[in-house]
Each structure stands twice: as C-alpha cells, then as structure tokens.
C-alpha cells in the first residue's frame, strides 16, 4: 500500500483524514448497502444497525490506516482479526465484502484525487483477501500457551476466579530458579495473549478478561521487591507511555519493568495520554529514549503526532524514539513512516534497541 501525507489537499480529504469522518461515512455506507440489498444484516432492528454502523466506521479507520502503512501486512492482520471474530458471529463473507465496498463508494469521492486510487485498491484488496483470511495462517486462531504448561495453568487458574492458584504458579516457577524478569516472557506474556485470544474468539466474557488483567497486574506487583533488588541502579532514563485512546497497555507496562530489572531508570506514564503532556514531561525529564506503543492501528496517528511534536520542541528535538506494538510488528517498515528512530517486538529487542539509540546518541 502508500503512504499519504496529513495535511488535507485541495479538493479533497486525504486518506489520514478520513479517520475523523468515519462515522458520517459509515452512514453513507449504510445507505448504500441498504440500497443495493434491502433486507440486508443491515437492515434490521435498531440495534443491528447500531452494531452495523460501528463496524463500518470501523472498516473506514482501519482501512485508512492500511492504506497509509507501507507494505500489505496492515491490511492482511486487520483480516484475519476480522475474519476470526466475524466467523464467530456467523457473518457470510459475501456481507463483510459487500461493507467493504460501500465503504469506498462512500468514502472515495471524499478524497483528493491523489488518494482514491490507492484507498480503492485497498477496498479491492480487502474484497479479495477476506474470504482467504481463515484457516491455518490466522494468527488470532492459533494458541499462545501450547507447550507451556506453566502459562496454561495460571491462565485456567485466573478464569476460574482464582488468584492466590494463580500466584502459586508463578512463585514455583520463581521457587525452582526461574529468575523473576523470565517470568514476564516464559508465563506473564503468553498467558495474556492466551486470554486475548480468548475473549476475540468469544471463549470467555469481558468480565472474565478484565479479571484476569487485573489479578496479573497485581501478581506482577508481588514480584516487584525481587525484580528490582536483582536490577542495576544508576542506569539511562526510560519515558514509556500508550497512545491516547489505547486501552491496551499491559504489555508497555511490562516492557517497562524489563528495562527496570535491566537497571534503567524507569518512568512509565500510562496510557491515554495527551501528546501536550507527553512533550511537556518529556522536556522535564529529558529521558534517554522515549518509548511508545500503540495495539490498535486506529491509534498509530496519535504515535505519529506524538514524535512530529517532540521533534518540533527544542528541548525535546534530538530525544530518540521507540516504538512498538502490533501495527509495528505486521507493518515492519512502519516505524521510519511515522518518523521513530527505532522499533521492537519483544522485550529483549527492545532493552537491545535502546541501547543501541542511546549508543547512537551518545
């Protein structure tokens, strides 16, 4: 796919900017479908049509954003974590494709001209790849916690309720030498991307999954005292953070303690946070590497807001930055498009990475 700029061309929206008209496009898109097949899913009670509605808004950002990443690996991820929840749901894939298309007939006479070429080869590109999307090669089918004992039986222990089972399986783990920062990769990491998988799948409620997060976070918090007497003191500053609007910031937050137990000085922020505050802590602290993270493509605009701002600051120019996530793993090329000075996917890639930027900017 290509890449656009932001800013809007005369004539038309650019495809950056189709993202804040998502929702009037998705209206439009609902017309078409209902004109071309009444009695369509679409067509039915008013809460079909609400849950229609957010699913072609949904359609216009993500595949704005797979037009705007390079390489196709955007637009097949966002396929097969359709595919995988739509197949669920018991949605025919001649309807997904149909949405497809009436959201760029309602989208492509938006756009400058530049733009409509390649959003409509991504529509058409979506067409295609859908119904393909299943199967073997769908990675949101296929489980995290196989092979792993350990992570399967914390993960059954939290679903079931019980927490103190679930802390007792990682302090055997710790009991029987595993140092404590492998507990992050060999049984925390799996074990979250297991219930990840779960809950898209439909296998366990919200309830269950917010849970599950929840009693983790607190584990992990047991093992602080630990964790961090074992680190080194005195290291290079690590300013951390989610994009705004991301829900998802368990795994920045664990990368977070990695690089603690690997002796940086770590101040995680959290997610949601505005990119003024960002600049504005980024500028206090003067941090060695800025790390951000966005799961969701929809949010990849706020990480490329966030770097052209620190870039634009003075006092925040030459901090060099990291950034990861999904997008950033299916999307390898991502990380120089939104303007980072670096990308990883794990957390011995990214301790590895940083270094590397603060050897760089020394």
């Known amino acids: 796919m290509t890449a656009d700029g932001l800013a809007s061309r005369p004539g038309g929206l650019s495809i950056a900017e189709l993202a804040s008209r998502a929702d009037s496009i998705a209206l439009d898109a609902l017309a078409i479908l209902d004109g071309g097949k009444p009695g369509s899913a679409c067509s039915g009670d008013p809460t079909a049509r609400a849950h229609c509605l957010a699913d072609l808004a949904h359609h216009v950002r993500y595949l704005a954003q797979a037009a705007r990443s390079p390489g196709d690996g955007a637009l097949a991820d966002y396929l097969a974590w359709l595919k995988a929840l739509f197949d669920r749901l018991g949605f025919r894939d001649e309807g997904v494709v149909a949405s497809f298309r009436a959201v760029g007939a309602a989208a492509t006479p938006l756009l400058e001209a530049g733009a409509r070429a390649a959003f409509e080869r991504v529509v058409e590109a979506a067409a295609a790849g859908y119904p393909r999307a299943g199967g073997a090669g769908n990675r949101y089918l296929a489980g995290h916690v196989e092979g792993n004992a350990a992570a399967g039986a914390y993960l059954s222990a939290l679903l079931e309720g019980k927490r103190d089972l679930a802390l007792e399986v990682a302090e055997s783990l710790a009991s029987k030498g595993l140092p404590v920062r492998d ?76 690089f603690q137990a690997e002796g940086w000085d770590t101040r995680y922020l959290g997610a949601d946070l505005p990119v003024r505050d960002l600049v504005a802590e980024a500028g206090r602290v003067k941090p060695a590497v800025v790390a951000l993270s966005a799961t969701l493509p929809a949010n990849v605009p706020w990480i490329e807001a966030a770097i052209a701002a620190l870039r634009s600051e003075e006092r925040t120019r030459g901090l060099p930055v990291l950034v990861g996530g999904i997008p950033f793993m299916v999307s390898p090329e991502l990380w120089r498009a939104v303007g980072a000075d670096g990308c990883a996917s794990d957390f011995e890639e990214a301790v590895h990475a940083a270094e590397d930027l603060v050897r760089r900017a020394s």
């Open 183 to 258: 507990l992050y990769s060999r049984l925390w990491r799996p074990a979250q991307r297991e219930l990840g998988r779960l809950w898209h799948l439909g296998e366990i409620s919200v309830a269950q999954e917010h849970y599950a997060t929840a009693a983790t976070q607190y584990i992990i918090s047991s093992f602080y005292p630990r964790l961090f007497a074992a680190s080194r003191t005195g290291g290079p500053t690590l300013l951390a953070t989610c994009a705004q609007g991301e829900r998802h910031e368990m795994g920045l937050r664990m990368i977070a303690d990695w």
